[in-house]
C-alpha cells in the first residue's frame, strides 16, 4: 500500500477511529520531535489537539448555502456593512494561526440575511486550512451566490504568525486582502463609501 492510499484509508475512518488516527498522528509527532508522549504533561496532549484540531477545521462540515438559506424580503436598497469580525484561522502552508478583523458589506436586491449569519459565514470559512487570498474571496462569492445582491465587499486585515514566529519574523507586519464584486467593483462612490464606513470609529 502506498503512502497516499494509506492516508486515503485514515482519512475514511469515522468515529472512534478516526479518534485514535488522530491522537496516534499527535504521539508519532511528538516522538519525531525528541520529546516522550508518554511523560506526564504529554500523555494527554494527543487528545487535546485531537480535540483542538477538529474545532479548528470545522468548517470543512459546514456548508455556505445552509448559513445562508433563510433570507428576508425587505425593501432596502441601501448598503449594509458588518465590521470589526473577529476571526482565526490557519496558514495552509505551516499550520500556524493567523488573526484579525473581516468587514463585509453588501447592497441587497430586496433580500436581506440575519445579522449572525454573515459572522457565521466568516467562521464557516476560517476554520479550515487557508490563505488570506482564498478567504476573503470565498466569503464575498457565497453571499454573491446565495444573496444574490447588487454588489459584495470584504476586507480582511490579518496578524500571521508564520511570518512572527519563523521565516523572516517580522513582528509588526500585517496583511490586508479585498474582494469587491458588482457595484462595489464598478462604482468608485460605492466602493469609497465601505471603505469610510468600515474605517470609522463605532461608539457603543
Known amino acids: 500500500m502506498s503512502d497516499l492510499d494509506a492516508l486515503n484509508q485514515l482519512a475514511q475512518t469515522t468515529g472512534k477511529d478516526a479518534d485514535e488516527a488522530w491522537e496516534s498522528a499527535v504521539r508519532l509527532l511528538i516522538h519525531l520531535i525528541g520529546e516522550d508522549p508518554n511523560r506526564d504533561g504529554l500523555a494527554r496532549t494527543p487528545l487535546r489537539v485531537r480535540k483542538s484540531m477538529q474545532f479548528l477545521t470545522s468548517g470543512y462540515r459546514e456548508d455556505a448555502a445552509a448559513i445562508l438559506s433563510r433570507t428576508f424580503d425587505v425593501k432596502h436598497d441601501e448598503m449594509v456593512v458588518v465590521k470589526e469580525i473577529d476571526f482565526f484561522s490557519l496558514c495552509e502552508h505551516h499550520m500556524l494561526p493567523f488573526t484579525g478583523k473581516c468587514h463585509v458589506a453588501y447592497m441587497p436586491d430586496q433580500k436581506i440575511v440575519g445579522l449572525s449569519k454573515i459572522p457565521r459565514l466568516v467562521d464557516m470559512f476560517s476554520r479550515r486550512l ?5 478567504l476573503t474571496t470565498q466569503i464575498a462569492e457565497a453571499i454573491n451566490e ?3 445582491p447588487l454588489g459584495v465587499a470584504c476586507v480582511m486585515e490579518a496578524s500571521h504568525l508564520c511570518t512572527k514566529m519563523r521565516g523572516v519574523q517580522k ?3 500585517s496583511m490586508v486582502t479585498s474582494s469587491m464584486l458588482g457595484v462595489f467593483r464598478t462604482s468608485d462612490k460605492t466602493r469609497s463609501e465601505f471603505l469610510t464606513l468600515i474605517r470609522s470609529p463605532f461608539n457603543h
Open 146 to 148: 446565495h444573496l444574490k
Open 171 to 173: 513582528q509588526n507586519s
Open 130 to 134: 487557508q490563505v488570506q487570498e482564498r
